[in-house]
């Protein structure tokens, strides 16, 4: 579906075609999107607001046209509800600096889950650090979903925060988050949801999720790298301090006292990446192109073959392990393989030689290192679709699978 649009697809690796199965670290750039960068770079880069020249207006305009349809996509009630920032991980940073500062103390808690990516650990466990707070983790049960029970017991007066991801960026399984919200908010406590391997996958309401806050990556959805958005109800962004002081985020600086922005601006220090909105924009437009509906179906499908193509294949003697094989997946799923005496094959290994094939899977711990320990391996193989990826995909790869496995077996 769609392979035209991203001219890398027509690249060859090692002289094989290039099967890029390895979009849940980045997404290839249609050429819509390529063409805005360089659009915006050779008709209308100049800083945005504030410029009353045209180049500055236009520049503005463009921006905050961006916003508004990323506001769009994740059906925020306003583009006040959208801030730019440079990604997920940036995103939660910001919320951990600025929730932190309003509302986390001494003896407070924040709960995450043990699927999380470091981007959503990190940032807590350094919050919990600077104000003497503890870090709780919802655990998994057997078949690797998250227990639901636990994080009942784990929430208490003094949870301040609940901050999970939507969809694991290793199993590729999909979190019961609406659960979580609602638990959450019987309880009156936030949840801020990772949605970097959800909203490039599904279509995603905040207003319906009813989440408090929503982090996510452009360039993990044909955008560009460098900029992303961290969504907030806007009661809470009312509430909230900003992040980060300088440029942007002021209303009136005095050496006595310095006023905030408006919304969303007041989390908007510097100059942000209008260019790279611009291009963010038009690969929203590109997704609406195509539709959610078709893009859901086609990937969901691209799981569930890729899964039924890896039983089909000849095995040498070896075992291959899908993790969490028979739960709902979107997007990206994991596995490793076990040779004729019962070993680990490394990961590093088998991507090693499938990518001699054309075939690019990403290996190791995935930026999730406790759940990579709680599986007890040194790391997995990730097989991570877009909306390009196809049936041919499916088929090279567990040609490349099978070779791998004949000389690793
Ligand atoms: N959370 C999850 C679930 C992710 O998959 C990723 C990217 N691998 C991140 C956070 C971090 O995203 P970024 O590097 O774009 O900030």
């Not at 988050?177 to 990772?194: K, L, M, N, Q, W």
Request: with cysteine; aromatic share 8%; glycine share 8%.
């Amino acid at each position: 579906m769609n392979k035209n649009d991203f001219p890398i697809l027509r690249e060859m690796v090692y002289g094989k075609p290039l099967v890029y199965l390895d979009n849940a670290a980045t997404t290839q750039k249609p050429q819509v999107v390529l063409d805005a960068i360089t659009n915006a770079y050779t008709h209308f880069n100049a800083n945005i607001h504030r410029g009353v020249h045209k180049l500055s207006q236009t520049a503005t305009v463009e921006h905050e046209a961006a916003r508004a349809k990323v506001a769009s996509l994740i059906g925020a009630k306003s583009p006040n509800e959208v801030v730019f920032t440079k990604g997920t991980t940036d995103s939660i940073n910001a919320l951990a600096i600025s929730f932190g500062e309003y509302a986390v103390n001494e003896g407070d808690n924040i709960i995450v889950s043990a699927v999380e990516h470091h981007s959503n650990i990190v940032p807590w466990q350094m919050l919990c650090q600077r104000k003497k707070a503890q870090l709780r983790v919802i655990p998994l049960t057997n078949d690797l979903s998250l227990d639901l029970d636990a994080y009942k017991q784990m929430l208490d007066q003094r949870t301040k925060l609940v901050s999970v991801a939507h969809v694991s960026n290793v199993l590729g399984t999909i979190n019961p988050v609406r659960e979580i919200i609602e638990t959450a908010h019987s309880h009156g406590v936030p949840v801020c949801v990772d949605g970097a391997q959800s909203v490039p996958h599904m279509r995603l309401n905040v207003q319906d999720l009813n989440c408090d806050f929503l982090a996510f990556s452009a360039h993990k959805m044909y955008g560009p790298t460098g900029i992303g958005v961290l969504y907030g109800k806007e009661d809470w962004l009312v509430k909230l301090p900003p992040a980060e002081g300088g440029g942007e985020m002021i209303e009136h600086v005095s050496w006595e006292k310095t006023t905030y922005n408006t919304l969303p601006y007041k989390f908007e220090a510097g100059t942000p990446d209008f260019n790279g909105s611009y291009a963010f924009g038009k690969a929203t437009d590109y997704i609406t192109s195509i539709g959610w509906e078709t893009i859901e179906t086609h990937e969901r499908n691209l799981v569930a073959e890729t899964q039924q193509a890896m039983r089909h294949i000849h095995l040498n003697g070896c075992r291959l392990h899908i993790y969490a094989e028979q739960q709902p997946k979107i997007g990206t799923f994991s596995f490793n393989a076990y040779n004729h005496n019962g070993a680990l094959i490394h990961p590093f290994d088998i991507g090693t030689l499938l990518d001699r094939q054309g075939v690019a899977v990403r290996t190791g711990h995935h930026c999730a290192e406790p759940l990579i320990n709680l599986l007890g391996v040194p790391g997995t193989v990730r097989v991570s679709f877009a909306l390009y990826n196809d049936e041919n995909d499916i088929r090279i790869f567990a040609n490349a699978l099978e070779k791998a496995l004949t000389m690793l077996g």
